[in-house]
């Protein structure tokens, strides 16, 4: 999981405006739920910006989720 991550990471930083940005940012915040929720935060947030509404959907429900 750390690896995936990493590569999350290094993706949404190289390619922000790539069409599936927003799918790494919501992978991303919800691999990090539970372990540093404001980055978890920060990524879903970055999610609801999506053009998929599906992206933003799930997000929307992650960040709704209890912690």
Known sequence: PEAARDRLRRFV???PRSPRAGAAHLALGKMLQGQDAA???AHLEAALADEDARVREAAAR??????
């Open 13 to 15: 930083a190289d390619h």
């Open 62 to 67: 992650a960040l709704a989720a209890p912690p």
């Open 39 to 41: 980055a978890a935060r």
